[in-house]
């Protein structure tokens, strides 16, 4: 099996699984009960959260654990939202967002919020200046996504956070489920104030994620209860969950230390054999994204046919984001890049771990050039 759908959902670690099973079988005391098996409980994730915090070159204080990059999103952004409504209702972010960014954006539109959705270059790159001029008197939270998760395109995180220093009453919110092992980002030296995490991504078990709130930022609740997560996110933690969370991080950013090369080399040798596929567009930047997502598109054939095609050998891609694959609508975007229609209807995703091969990439390509001929043939 040549797995390249890894932006959709990794495989997890065996070890992580095992550090599940473990925990929720010999730990599982509710962290708040006052008995000894609540305090080993309540001990596993204090451990938790000091080494994530740690690995992320923060605070302890300043980590949340949630469930999934989605929850992160919302309650960074409605957080912000809610509770800072008097300093302002202006928030900017891109045009590229993940859904749970852009359609909680929406729904703070119906409550009376204005939002700006800034426009992205034909690599899915904002303009600085633009984000400059989009700021107004009441803009009170800046978010914008680190790795879009279907062109790959990286933001100059780093540039926007000097820019938002000259306005400390604007929150800067990153989305950073798709970077998380792959982009380094550092959160201070980035002037990052809020930064969601999404465990699934990297080789975790779904259900598991982290919010960044940086000390000081105050985030009203969405979920009212008894006040667990420093009274941000109320509810009976994971400790399972969080525990083999932990540890897949550690395991993913040693391997990212050792591999992150390798990934760019599979990732050329991808680019340049879909180059010499006929009737192929690549629409991934080489240089401007992330090392683990190559899209392209397949001219005149619908992209569920070839990812049906390449599931008869073994090989598993994707259309676009997970939670709009199964949508049978151009990319938005693609569309937002100035790709243009043709291109955002059939593109396909390919999306790598750190535990591909250039092997696999080879066969991956083998497969697709005996397959797209026959296809446009047929097609007409």
């Not at 426009?119 to 978010?143: C, F, H, M, W, Y």
Request: a positive charge; proline letters at 3%.
């Amino acid at each position: 099996m040549i797995y390249f759908d890894n932006s959709a959902t990794t495989k997890p670690y065996k070890d992580v699984v095992e550090a599940y099973g473990k925990v929720a079988i010999e730990y599982f005391g509710n962290p708040s009960s006052i008995h000894s098996l609540g305090s080993e409980a309540e001990k596993l994730l204090t451990q938790s959260r000091l080494l994530t915090a740690s690995m992320l070159g923060v605070k302890q204080t300043e980590i949340i654990f949630t469930s999934s990059g989605t929850e992160g999103n919302n309650l960074a952004i409605k957080g912000v939202a809610i509770g800072h409504k008097k300093r302002g209702k202006h928030i900017i972010t891109t045009s590229i967002e993940h859904p749970s960014v852009s359609e909680a954006c929406k729904q703070l539109e119906v409550l009376g919020y204005r939002v700006t959705y800034l426009p992205v270059d034909k690599n899915g790159i904002i303009n600085i200046e633009q984000l400059r001029e989009a700021i107004q008197t009441d803009t009170i939270l800046v978010s914008i996504i680190h790795v879009n998760n279907e062109l790959g395109s990286v933001q100059p995180i780093k540039e926007i956070g000097q820019l938002l220093k000259n306005y400390p009453k604007i929150f800067f919110h990153v989305d950073h489920v798709q970077g998380i092992g792959k982009v380094p980002l550092n959160m201070k030296e980035c002037g990052v104030d809020l930064c969601s995490i999404s465990g699934h991504k990297f080789h975790a078990l779904r259900g598991t994620g982290i919010l960044f709130v940086r000390e000081g930022v105050k985030l009203a609740p969405l979920l009212s209860g008894g006040g667990q997560e420093m009274n941000v996110r109320s509810g009976t933690e994971n400790i399972a969950g969080i525990v083999s969370m932990t540890k897949a991080l550690r395991i993913n950013l040693d391997k990212a230390k050792e591999r992150t090369q390798f990934l760019i080399k599979i990732k050329e040798k991808l680019i340049a054999g879909l180059n010499q596929i006929s009737g192929v567009i690549v629409n991934t930047s080489l240089t401007n994204s992330a090392p683990h997502i190559i899209n392209f598109s397949v001219l005149k054939v619908k992209p569920e046919v070839i990812i049906h095609s390449l599931s008869k050998h073994n090989i598993y891609v994707s259309t676009r984001s997970a939670c709009s694959s199964k949508l049978a609508q151009p990319s938005k975007v693609l569309l937002a890049a100035g790709l243009g229609e043709e291109r955002a209807k059939s593109a396909i995703r390919v999306s790598l771990s750190f535990d591909n091969t250039l092997e696999e990439a080879d066969e991956f390509l083998k497969a697709l050039d005996e397959i797209v001929p026959k296809l446009q043939n047929v097609m007409g």
